[in-house]
């Protein structure tokens, strides 16, 4: 898991990464520098009160920073200041850098988002559409967070406790082998034993959380996508209380996962106590008291800053499993991301306008969801020429609306293949972003303006007349204009604040607006009454030759003039040809 998210770094992050580790390494030499000097201070100090001859160690040390001839009181001056210079001149650069790590790691996290999303967007429709959309949410954002501020940043940090206690204990044998040795074997075996249980624990508690907050959050979406089949069954509270039952769950995780950092430290506050004690008993018993003390002052000294970062790696590694576990879902997400076919990039001048319809050629094509082991679309090959108006009727549940997906490269066929002007349709809309239209089954909606709706942010360029007479085209004009604020009214979430029949004939406005050559219609009529849906035919009849238009209907009255009509059963073509050889 570790190794997945550095994975999402590229190579020169990984590099600054590397660089900023080993400078944060390169202070902890400072701090264990300042140590050392502390207790060097105080052993002078109990020698020099007590006015005795110091040992070699500390007359060497006194030679070594000229400071011979200097009374002993300045002595201590000297090396108190130098000493306190260390420890803060440490202190403030850590900080300095923990903030620079913090913030290449939130900067990281946005741009790794941002990545994920554009591949996850990339995917074929069917891969959307087999997850919930909370899933999708958490995965692109926390999950992503989770893996780089959560699971690197713990990793860093765990890193560099791990090097600053390997230091300072390495400079501790220096003083006495054998209390460094023990005391290692303390701590190393207390913190081993702790941490193996705790590790999994913070583990399975984040990944467990994770699940039961986005059960929680698809149960709120639910209940009020559901609101009035709910209402008239009665049936509110039932989602209340499933809600609540989920909660609770995740309720009982999030607290381990709180709890676990105060059990660390609790263990912590009782382990240093109990070894203070001891270390200090049995230096009473082995030395004079002078020793014994100046010995203890080192390794109090010492304490000071190992216990603090005990306590740090110990949370770092709480927080690290617990990132692994809740960054799951992202790498699941990832790992399931198919890389796409490379497209032929020298072949495609992107923004070329069309000059007349297209036509649409498919061969031998089959299509599976991925979920489902039947073929939804089976062998179908047909053609549809420049400007023809081709229709596709049959029962409902028989892969219609799939095949119109294939069409436009939303859906890859599982084989066969799919040209619109000769190219797959992929290539074809790289090259031609103006040259389809599509209105789907279910028309959605941003919540933003009427115009943003139209040109969905992206063609800038549509003037204003362009876009009124569109609208005058599928005959929402004198609505759009009797709204207060017009083309820049809101219209909601998911357009609630329009009709059904109204938001179809945005719909179709929004399929008019880059004036495409060739539209894909799935029933643009079905919530339209008899003089709007005959407008509609009528608007179709009338760019009739100009745009290829394929178009679903249940209702016959739509296709009756149409050039072809394609029945389908069961993914299969059954019958074609003109309405009155059909029907
Ligand atoms: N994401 C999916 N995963 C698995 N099966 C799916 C998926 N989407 C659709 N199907 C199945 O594919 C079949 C064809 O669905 P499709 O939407 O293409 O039918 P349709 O002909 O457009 O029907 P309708 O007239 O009701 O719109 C259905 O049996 C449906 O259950
Ligand atoms: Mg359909």
């Known amino acids: ?62 030679e070594a920073f000229g400071l011979v001839n200097v009374s002993f009181q300045m002595q201590i001056a000297i090396l108190s200041i130098v000493a306190g210079i260390l420890l803060v001149g440490k202190t403030l650069s850590s900080a300095v850098i923990n903030k620079r790590i913090l913030t290449f790691l939130e900067e990281k996290t946005a741009q790794v988002m941002s990545d994920v999303l554009r591949q ?41 406790e791990v090097f600053l206690l390997a230091v300072i204990f390495c400079s501790l044998l220096f003083f006495d082998p054998f209390i460094t040795i023990v005391s290692l074997l303390y701590f190393g075996t207390l913190g081993f034993v702790q941490s193996r249980k705790w590790n999994n624990l913070s583990e399975d508690s984040g990944s467990k959380s994770v699940r039961s907050l986005l059960l929680s959050e698809t149960q709120i979406l639910n209940t009020f996508a559901l609101y009035r089949e709910l209402w008239v069954k009665n049936a509110s509270e039932i989602q209340v209380s499933n809600f609540l039952d989920t909660r609770m769950k995740l309720a009982k995780h999030e607290a381990r996962l709180r709890f676990l950092p105060y059990v660390s430290k609790y263990s912590l506050e009782i382990s240093l ?11 009473f018993l082995q030395r004079d008291a002078l020793g014994a003390i100046s010995i203890l002052s080192v390794f109090l000294a010492a304490a000071t800053r190992i216990s603090p970062s005990i306590l740090r790696l110990q949370q770092g590694l709480i927080s690290l499993r617990s990132s692994i576990g809740q960054s799951k879902i992202t790498f699941r997400m990832i790992d399931s991301i198919k890389p796409r076919p490379k497209l032929d990039m020298d072949y495609v001048f992107a923004g070329e306008q069309l000059l007349e319809a297209c036509s649409l050629i498919l061969k031998d094509v089959t299509f599976k969801y991925q979920d489902s082991d039947q073929n939804v679309v089976n062998e179908i090959s047909l053609r549809i020429e420049k400007g023809e108006f081709f229709s596709l009727a049959g029962p409902s549940g028989n892969g219609k609306s799939t095949l119109l997906d294939l069409m436009m490269g939303a859906l890859q066929p599982s084989s066969g293949q799919i040209q619109i002007n000769g190219l797959i349709p992929e290539l074809f809309i790289k090259k031609f972003p103006y040259g389809i239209g599509y209105v789907a089954q279910e028309s959605t909606f941003m919540n933003v303006s009427i115009r943003e709706n139209l040109t969905l942010g992206v063609y800038d360029s549509v003037s204003d007349d362009e876009i009124w007479s569109v609208l005058e085209m599928v005959g929402l004009r004198d609505t759009v204009l009797s709204l207060p604020l017009k083309l820049e009214t809101v219209v909601g979430e998911r357009g609630q604040s329009l009709s059904t029949g109204q938001k179809q004939r945005l719909s179709f406005s929004r399929a008019l607006i880059t004036n495409p050559k060739i539209l894909f219609l799935d029933e643009p009529t079905s919530s339209l009454d008899k003089d709007s849906e005959l407008s509609i035919a009528q608007l179709i009849k009338s760019i009739k030759g100009q745009v290829t238009v394929v178009m679903i209907a249940h209702r016959l009255e739509t296709i009756k003039d149409a050039d072809t009509i394609a029945y389908i059963e069961n993914g299969v073509i059954t019958r074609q040809g003109k309405f009155s050889e059909i029907f």
């Open 1 to 62: 898991m570790l190794r997945k998210s550095f994975a999402l770094l590229s190579k020169r992050d990984k590099k600054i990464m590397l660089l900023i580790s080993l400078i944060q390494l390169s202070l902890t030499v400072l701090d264990v520098l300042s140590i050392a000097l502390i207790g060097i201070i105080v052993s002078l100090s109990l020698f020099g009160i007590q006015a005795r001859e110091l040992p070699s160690y500390l007359n060497e040390f006194i």
């Open 120 to 160: 996850v967007i990339n995917q074929p429709y069917d891969y959307l559409k087999s997850r919930s959309p909370a899933d999708i949410v958490y995965s692109l954002t926390r999950g992503v967070s989770a893996a780089l501020s959560g699971v690197i940043g713990s990793a860093s940090i765990v890193f560099a």
């Open 273 to 283: 106590v109990v070894g203070a004690l001891l270390l200090t008993a049995s230096q």
